[in-house]
């Protein structure tokens, strides 16, 4: 399992908490930008510059995402492009998108599109506030727990069977 952060728009205290998750649990994070990202010396950590463009960091994440992979994002797309091909997506905020949420999410979006292209201003996301840091890292925590348990099953005790 590997973590893949759609990181062009991830605040950096997300990023931190993931930083410091990579290094406690020794699962890999891939920041994807297509910007220079500095990230702490760690051989869990890396950075991917892709070039700019609509969609290009969203479309290398897709390119080398696994079944069972975690993407943190925002973006309502990608997310059901990551559920679609058997990953997992987390929002900064701490809401992890499912097969479930994800049809109604994409109709949202796509209905405040229009109102924006209609001339209405929507506004845009509060300010991420640290109720939302802290649910994103519970989430992130939660998450990883369950991974390395079904990666990593716990011995049997003395005496049962293997």
Known sequence: MKIWVDADACPGVIKEIL????????VPVTLVANQPLRVPPSRFVRAIQVGSGFDVADNEIVARLEAGDLVVTADIPLAAEVIERGGHALNPRGEMYGADTIRARLGMRDFMETLRASG??????S????????????????????????????????????
């Open 19 to 26: 930083f410091r998750a990579a290094e406690r649990t020794r």
């Open 120 to 125: 209405v201003d929507t506004g845009g996301p």
């Open 127 to 162: 300010a991420l506030h640290p109720r939302d840091r802290q649910a994103f890292a519970n989430q992130l925590d939660r998450f990883l727990q369950r991974q390395l348990r079904e990666r990593d099953p716990p011995a049997p005790a003395p005496g049962e069977p293997r």
